[in-house]
Nanobody, 123 residues
Framework: QVRLVESGGGLVQAGGSLRLSCAAS????????MGWFRQTTGKGREFVAA????????FYADSVKGRFTISRDGAKDSISLQMHRLKPEDTAVYYC????????????????WGQGTQVTVSS
């Protein structure tokens, strides 16, 4: 069983920054990609960013490119999402995910999900 715990959400004004973190524990795959998705009320969960096991390959949604940066720590079991120049449309619940195949995760979502953390950007 994999457990993912997110932290770092909150309320910020448009143009501001936030940093989300996610820590994985439990029985994970030997190597796995990690990523972030977000969801607003009435909409499906959408991909935000992902990072490979090695940390050398990253993927971003077009809507966040140049503003968000995903990174992975040296121990490989936690990731961060640094968000700059936040916009009201970034408001959502952000979910951490893991998948044995990072590329598959981008389009199909994670094998496991965290509980989510709320990010609210005021205009």
């Amino acid at each position: 069983q994999v457990r993912l715990v997110e932290s770092g959400g909150g309320l910020v004004q448009a143009g501001g920054s936030l940093r989300l973190s996610c820590a994985a524990s439990g029985s994970t795959f030997s190597r796995y990609g990690m990523g972030w998705f977000r969801q607003t009320t009435g909409k499906g969960r959408e991909f935000v960013a992902a990072i490979s096991w090695s940390g050398t390959t990253t993927f971003y949604a077009d809507s966040v490119k140049g503003r968000f940066t995903i990174s992975r720590d040296g121990a490989k079991d936690s990731i961060s999402l640094q968000m700059h120049r936040l916009k009201p449309e970034d408001t959502a619940v952000y979910y951490c995910a893991v998948h044995r195949d990072t590329v598959v995760m981008v389009t199909r979502g994670g094998d496991y999900w965290g509980q989510g953390t709320q990010v609210t950007v005021s205009s």
